[in-house]
Nanobody, 122 residues
């Protein structure tokens, strides 16, 4: 079982920035193989946003956020951040932190948190 602590959501204007943070706690000694974020807006399908891996693979980003979002991992282990710049109303969604997924198209098949709301107004 993985416990998640997510924070950083909020309401901003178009063009502004937000940073989401997440700590995934399974144990003090276990390093998650994959950590990331997916989002879901009302009436829309879930969308993988970004992923970071412990095995050295390059980070992954959805085409819709490339160049605007940056995922990073810092101490303590299993803590990740999502820096979101130049936000648009299309980024409005609930953002979920996910761990231990294999496919970025289906991060929900791993473990995931309760989500944090991001609202961008024009």
């Amino acid at each position: 079982q993985v416990q998640f602590e997510e924070s950083g959501g909020g309401s901003v204007q178009s063009g502004e920035a937000l940073t989401l943070s997440c700590t995934a706690s399974r144990s003090t000694t276990y390093t998650e193989n994959s950590l990331g974020w997916f989002r879901q807006a009302p009436g829309k399908a879930r969308e993988g946003v970004a992923a970071i891996y412990s095995d050295g693979r390059p980070s992954w980003y959805a085409d819709s956020v490339k160049g605007r979002f940056t995922i990073s991992q810092h101490a303590p282990v299993n803590t990740i951040y999502l820096q979101m710049n130049n936000l648009t109303p299309e980024d409005t969604a609930t953002y979920y932190c996910a761990a231990d997924f294999v496919d970025t198209a289906h991060m929900e098949r791993g473990y995931w948190g309760e989500g944090t709301q991001v609202t961008v107004s024009s």
